[in-house]
């Protein structure tokens, strides 16, 4: 089982549409990330969970809705998102906020139409 | 905030050779990672080097922190070797931005 696990792997969705996205660390890490990867962009941080508690809201939209349940999980939620929203959403974790060496899961490819 | 910047944006070789590809920092880290992007999209980790150097069978990295660089060599290229490399880096200043990334080297290996 890898480290950190990511689903669905890839995503279609309408404007309309209501989607989430799931990742899942088999670490024992305390901190977990949502990072985004558009094409010709650097990748970028969109939130940071500590302990279930998010540190970090790096002015995201608020039609990406993040929750984290537990430790060991982290959703983002997808509602009313624009065609310029697809990229890759890229999961991470670590062992606590900033701190220690970052593992990422596989990625979920989204494309809005 | 913290700028990262990579060169060479591209760089193709020929199987066989070996690479230099470089990560300047703007600010004072405490943490420096590089990465392999796959065809697919996932983030191999290859070093978490904040300073010094380290080896991995034919990759090695060195980060100077004091003079704001590091260094990841790829030595005896493979085409397996193609494909994005990115190095992150985390300020040491204090908040909670994460790792910051480069645009990453796009390495292509011929045959």
């Known amino acids: 089982e890898t480290g950190v696990t990511q689903t669905p792997r890839h995503l279609v969705m309408g404007m309309t549409n209501k989607k989430s996205l799931k990742c899942e660390q088999h670490?024992?890490?305390?901190?977990m990330y949502w990072y985004k990867q558009s094409a010709k962009k650097p990748l970028e941080l969109m939130f940071v969970y500590s302990l279930e508690e998010r540190v970090e809201n790096n002015s995201v939209p608020s039609r990406f809705s993040p929750e984290c349940p537990n430790s060991s999980h982290l959703f983002l939620h997808l509602h009313t998102l624009q065609p310029e929203d697809s990229a890759l959403y890229l999961c991470?974790?670590?062992?606590?906020?900033?701190?220690?060496?970052?593992?990422f899961g596989e990625g979920s490819r989204l494309t809005v139409l | 905030g913290i700028q990262v910047e990579q060169s060479p944006p591209d760089l193709i070789l020929q199987e066989g050779a070996n690479s230099t590809l470089r990560c300047n920092f703007s600010d004072s880290v405490n943490n420096l990672q590089w990465f392999h992007q796959n065809p697919w999209g996932q983030l191999i980790n290859l070093f978490y080097i904040p300073s010094g150097t380290k080896q991995n069978g034919r990759l090695s990295a060195t980060t100077v922190a004091t003079e704001r660089y590091s260094l990841l060599y790829i030595s005896s290229s493979q085409t397996t070797d193609s494909g994005v490399y990115f190095c992150?880096?985390?300020?040491?200043?204090?908040?909670?931005?994460?790792?910051?990334f480069g645009k990453g080297t796009h390495l292509i290996i011929q045959p």
């Open positions: 992150a880096v985390l300020y040491s200043g204090g908040g909670a931005d994460g790792l910051t």
């Open positions: 670490l024992g890490h305390n901190a």
């Open positions: 991470a974790s670590s062992q606590g906020p900033n701190t220690g060496e970052l593992f």
